[in-house]
Nanobody, 124 residues
Framework: QVQLVESGGGLVQAGGSLRLSCAAS????????MGWFRQAPGKEREFVAA????????YYASSVKGRFTISRDNAKNTVYLQMNGLKPEDTAVYYC?????????????????WGQGTQVTVSS
């Protein structure tokens, strides 16, 4: 079993930055694909970013590409999401996810483990 705990969310003005962290425990996630998803009120959960187990490949939703950066530190069993140039439409609960056999990185159903989420609110 893998437990994921997100942190770093909060309230920020448009144009600001936040750095989310996702700490894994219970099992090393060094061989897992790690992803970030978000869900705004009344909307479906959507893909934000993913990173392969080695960190060699990253994937982003078009809406965040160029503004967000996903990274991981396998020694710390932690994955990060650096969010710059935040916009009000980025407001959502952000979830960290982990999975070993991911065919489509944007498909949330393929991730086996999820954190409880952290709220990000961007004011205009």
């Amino acid at each position: 079993q893998v437990q994921l705990v997100e942190s770093g969310g909060g309230l920020v003005q448009a144009g600001g930055s936040l750095r989310l962290s996702c700490a894994a425990s219970g099992r090393t996630v060094s061989s897992y694909v790690m992803g970030w998803f978000r869900q705004a009120p009344g909307k479906e959960r959507e893909f934000v970013a993913a990173i392969t187990w080695s960190g060699g490949s990253t994937y982003y939703a078009s809406s965040v590409k160029g503004r967000f950066t996903i990274s991981r530190d396998n020694a710390k069993n932690t994955v990060y999401l650096q969010m710059n140039g935040l916009k009000p439409e980025d407001t959502a609960v952000y979830y960290c996810a982990a999975g070993r056999f991911i065919g489509t990185y944007s498909d949330y159903a393929q991730y086996a483990y999820w954190g409880q989420g952290t709220q990000v609110t961007v004011s205009s």
